[in-house]
């Protein structure tokens, strides 16, 4: 990165780095100012009043794209009583395709959807936006690694930051899910100053409800008696699926699994396959996850405008303050909080149950190697920041 380059920081935390953190000082200050933008945020207001939200969906005719579009329309985004217009962008070679999806979204009747645009233009596409879904970019294929999309998905990423700083409205929640999505998250994020920082998120949903999922089938419970389970860091094979924390049905999940074999589970078993699903479905797929990432998508975004159920927390990617020492300006995904259409990063007083100390090592292990990995990715884009 250029030495002059200074990553954007989220307000309203840094605007309080010099407060003290005792006695939950700081915190009252950061509480206190993010009631203050709630009580304005013109998006909270228009949900509460049930007015119409302009959602913008990037790669439209694309697999995720085509999931995702229909579920908007039915209010699996945003809430079945909540209308929405949806604006749609293609690249000019598949804006055909988009068309034909078009045409299917007016075959269903929504009721919901108010209005229905389609574009190549992605100015059109950003015009008003207050809900940005970024899927539009390349997939990797078999073989390749996430961040092997960086160079050619990253342009994308910053041409649509600058036509989100023009056309959206400042409110405007933005949601990548195209991949490398964290780095790119940071690229869209540093080409629209105009728009909050702390409203520039990551997708690390998916590895959040994979990881649901399969504790889920191994403990033999349904997936919402999982709780306080989190993805920390890069949505890359280095992520950290953290379950330090995780209660299954009240109880700590190492009580059910056994003390003696819970260590080995996690590591050798349970971590890497978290970590390389996503590669396992293409290989067996032939494509990338689509129907579950739009689904991922979704429930990303709704828990962060309408709240997430508590004391549960999600895993998001967003821009760091330097929480859990993590270099401010990059894109991590933390364990959060979602209310007042915001979110709030999970501190160590938020955890359940005492840290065993090798557990604390062993986070700490891993958050440092995806904090390297995010750096070296920010680094390979230093151009495009
Ligand atoms: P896809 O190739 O099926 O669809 C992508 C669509 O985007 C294509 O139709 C393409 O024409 C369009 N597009 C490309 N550049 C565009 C631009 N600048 N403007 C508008 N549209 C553009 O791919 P997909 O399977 O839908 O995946 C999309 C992205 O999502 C990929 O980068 C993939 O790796 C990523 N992904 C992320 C997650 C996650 O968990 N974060 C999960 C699954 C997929
Ligand atoms: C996933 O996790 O399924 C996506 O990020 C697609 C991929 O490339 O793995």
Redesign the pocket.
Known sequence: MSAAKVLRRPVPGSAFSWYPTMMGIKQRQVDALNAQLTAQDPLLQKLQKKQPVRVSV?????????SLLFRIANGELLGPDQPVEISA???P??YQ??QGVAMELEDCAFPLLEKLNIT?N?EE?FDGCEIALL??????GPGME?AD?MRD?GV?FK??GQVLNRMAEKYCRVT??????NT?ALIACNHAPDLQARNFT??????HDRAIGFMARKTMLPPNEINHLAIWGN?SATMFPDLSDTLCHGVPWSELIGEFRAERYWRHEFLPKIQSR?ARIIQVRG????A??AN??LSHTRDWCLGSPQPDWLSMGVVSDGEWGVPAGLVFSYPVYCENGGYKIVTDEDHPNNDWHTRTEFKRYHIERNVQELLAERDMVADLL
């Open positions: 990037t790669g439209g005719a694309g697999n995720i794209g085509y962008v293609e690249l070679h598949a395709a988009l190549d992605a596409c899927v539009g970019s390349k997939p990797r996430r999309l998905n994308i041409e649509t990548v899910v195209g991949n490398p999505c790119n990551a997708m690390t949903r998916l590895d949505h996503g494509k990338s996850s689509a579950s990432a991922a998508c």
